[in-house]
């Protein structure tokens, strides 16, 4: 009884392991829409950017403003970017997902969100 229990365990063990490794799936701005409020993975490049404040940064990615493919604020003073290098930069940003005025925002809020490709 013993050995199946810590079978089980082991078992269990494994499986929350795997889930936890797991990347988040990609979407592309077609998809984004079903996805609203949920978090999930964008990536694109980098075509500019307005730093709003001192805490509050916006990538326009996949077009200049206003026709960007869908925009990533930056929020907090957490993150330290070279903002000028980022142009022209394909990266991946793993966020919340919003709209602001019909337009779709990934909102991050740590470095860790942010992978360059």
């Not at 929350?16 to 490794?21: G, N, P, S």
């Not at 998809?31 to 993975?41: A, D, L, M, R």
């Not at 404040?53 to 990538?59: G, K």
Request: contains cysteine; aromatic residues 12%; hydrophobic residues 35%.
């Amino acid at each position: 009884m013993k050995k199946l229990l810590l079978f089980f365990i082991i078992i269990i063990a494994f499986t929350f392991k795997t889930q936890a490794q797991q990347k988040p799936e990609q979407y592309n701005v077609n998809q984004f829409i079903k996805h609203v409020g949920k978090k999930i993975t964008m990536c694109e490049t980098v075509y500019s950017f307005k730093i709003l404040s001192d805490t509050v940064t916006m990538l326009n990615m996949g077009g200049e403003y206003p026709n960007q493919r869908f925009t990533v604020v930056v929020s907090g003073k957490e993150i330290q970017l070279n903002y000028d290098d980022l142009k022209g930069k394909h990266i991946c940003v793993t966020g919340d997902t919003s709209m602001y005025k019909n337009h779709p925002e990934v909102l991050i809020y740590h470095e860790d969100q942010i992978q360059f490709k």
